[in-house]
């Protein structure tokens, strides 16, 4: 400012009135301006906070869901015919439990990726929908798969199962159970209709799985088609 | 001069209130654009994983129905494979995993694999001294006579009807004893090819070996073709070492292996003894069909050196097991695994092999 010319210190002079300082209005005005500029951005800021968290959450939410939701189609994709021998009457039969509200199978898709068949076991909890795996081996899982562990997959759904056979006039329904130890065989695809619990209807979407099991026949067991047609 | 101060005090303090507001914004903007991205990442990601996913199936399909066209008399004019001697190419050998151009092509890059099971060894059909060299083989040289006694009787066990306990065997008493216990087959009919784990003794007996690519419970065949066979079953036959399946391996990439004559061209005669009984030309109609996106990218820690041939670095596909029983039928399925693990597909691991076949 020292090095000012003669014209601009004439005119500082001129305006040294104006410049002196800002009158109490003027103050009030731009500090309400101020605050208000503030807040809008600090709840601007808030809000997407908030947004960011609960979406963050859902997205983690239904990323988990989703990984969860593709490994059950995987391994219904997977399903494999697998024998056992029954100990009573010394017949071979097919695994495949599936009632409307429970599925077991076989598959050859293991989650830990070990070597092997494994048995899939899917339920309703009372909080969601939980999984055990058991080892195939080469006899009935059914005790195996009781006395394993149960992992909650997918939290605050309910699962209900559908299943798909044909007609011999090659009519095909959807069923709401399938015993393959009946049957000899597996459905032609599983429906998996996962709903949210009641009270989690507007946190949650509802997901679907239509898996095509394409390897339902056993290579040397035959289909019990008299039992299918019968019920 | 006394009056200037005040005014520089005003013109700061509205710069500080203006890069505050910056600031602010820039944070309220950059939250919002990094929630975008990654929602669009997702997004993009999935239609990646769905298209892949139904390429996928399509190129199973389409490899179905080559199989089945391989069933149909071939078209009369039809270009074939000829080797530089002059003699007809088999093509039912191309199914020997090696990458396959499709007749009804599949999405550029989908690679498409197929191997045919008479290139495996088959459980349902070895014999007992066929198993016994099998687990000599496996046990390496001078293998203990009770080890491989006690292997054989728990296989024998396993496979046999009855839950009678042989000499060193093991039955449902045993195998129950573990943790979890399970009751063994007792019929020689195996689910899948991973069941021998099961059996005492061979989960360290085969540690390491893929088994998917070396047995298969599916077919008639008692033999293996060794213009199909895949490399870790031809690690297990006995008479054949490292060196002689790579050179066997580049030796069918330009000819066909028709006879043990020919095998003799590549396999010394006291090897081609041990292996004889082994070995046969039959194909089967049973399939392993492998489909997954290529991978085109090369490293770049490790640039590929000139001329040579370029290792697949995929080792997982989707990979369905398929029975061709003819022409009018589709393909029936016997398994399906989406997360199916390839045999190794490297090219021969020999520079060059040095056979002189006979005019």
Redo the contacts between chains.
């Keep these: 400012m020292k090095t000012c010319n003669g014209l601009q210190r004439g005119r500082r002079v001129k305006r040294t009135p104006v410049a002196r300082g800002f009158t109490l209005i003027e103050i009030i005005l731009a500090l309400a301006l101020t605050a208000m500029l503030l807040g809008l951005l600090s709840s601007g800021v808030f809000v997407v906070t908030e947004d960011w968290n609960r979406n963050s959450g859902r997205l983690d939410a239904s990323l988990d869901g989703a990984l969860a939701v593709l490994q059950v189609e995987r391994a219904l994709v997977g399903a494999f015919p697998h024998s056992y021998t029954d100990v009573e009457s010394l017949s071979r039969r097919i695994y495949f439990e599936g009632e409307d509200s429970r599925l077991g199978f076989v598959s050859s898709v293991s989650p830990q990726r070990s070597a092997g068949l494994m048995a899939w076991q899917l339920y309703n909890g009372e909080d969601g929908v939980y999984l055990k795996l058991a080892p195939a081996f080469s006899d009935d899982p059914v005790e195996r798969l009781e006395a394993a562990e149960a992992v909650l997959i997918l939290p605050d759904y309910t699962a209900e199962f559908r299943y798909l056979y044909a007609e011999l006039d090659g009519s095909k329904e959807w069923r709401d159970d399938w015993q393959g130890d009946e049957f000899l065989s597996l459905p032609l695809a599983v429906y998996v209709n996962f709903t949210p619990l009641d009270g989690f209807d507007d946190q949650l979407e509802p997901l679907e799985i239509v898996a095509r099991i394409q390897a339902n026949q056993h290579r040397s067991i035959r289909p019990n088609v008299m039992q299918q047609t019968s019920l | 001069?006394k009056?200037?101060k005040?005014?520089v005090r005003?013109r700061g303090s509205v710069i500080i209130?203006v890069l505050w507001?910056s600031v602010?914004?820039t944070?309220?903007v950059t939250?919002?654009a990094s929630?975008v991205r990654?929602?669009a990442r997702?997004a993009f990601h999935n239609q990646v994983a769905a298209n892949d996913w139904a390429a996928v199936q399509a190129a199973v399909n389409l490899a179905e129905a080559e199989l089945m066209m391989e069933r149909m008399p071939r078209p009369v004019g039809e270009q074939m494979e000829i080797t530089d001697d002059g003699e007809l190419r088999t093509p039912a050998y191309r199914f020997n995993g090696q990458p396959l151009s499709l007749n009804y092509p599949s999405r550029e890059d989908m690679q498409v694999r197929i191997y045919d099971h008479s290139g495996k060894i088959s459980l349902h059909r070895i014999s007992r001294r066929n198993m016994q060299a099998l687990i000599e083989h496996r046990l390496g040289e001078n293998p203990d006579p009770n080890e491989v006694q006690r292997l054989l009787s728990a296989w024998t066990d396993w496979t046999d009807l009855n839950d009678l306990q042989g000499l060193d065997g093991a039955e449902s008493q045993y195998y129950q004893s573990l943790d979890?216990g399970?009751?063994?087959?007792?019929?020689l009919?195996?689910?899948?090819v991973?069941?021998i784990?099961?059996i005492r003794g061979f989960a360290e007996l085969f540690e390491g070996v893929n088994?998917d690519a070396a047995f298969t419970v599916?077919g008639s065949q008692a033999s293996v073709n060794l213009n199909l066979a895949t490399r870790e079953a031809m690690q297990l036959l006995p008479g054949l070492n490292d060196e002689l399946i790579e050179t066997l391996i580049a030796f069918r990439e330009t000819e066909d292996i028709d006879n043990r004559f020919e095998v003799g061209l590549v396999i010394p005669t006291e090897n081609l003894v041990e292996l004889s009984r082994w070995i046969g030309n039959n194909t089967s109609n049973v399939y392993s069909i492998f489909v997954y996106p290529e991978i085109t990218a090369q490293s770049d820690d490790e640039p590929a050196d000139e001329g040579e041939p370029r290792t697949d670095p995929v080792t997982q596909a989707y990979m369905?097991i398929v029975?061709v029983r003819n022409i009018n039928q589709l393909p029936?399925?016997?398994?399906?695994?989406?997360?199916?693990q390839l045999p190794d597909t490297a090219p021969a691991r020999v520079d060059e092999y040095n056979i002189v076949l006979p005019n």
């Design positions: 001069m009056m200037l005040p005014v005003h209130i507001t602010l914004l944070i309220l939250t919002m929630k990654l929602q997702t979890p399970y009751s063994p087959r007792n019929n009919e195996l689910d899948s991973d069941e784990l099961h088994l599916y369905k029975e029936r399925v016997l398994q399906v695994n989406p997360y199916g």
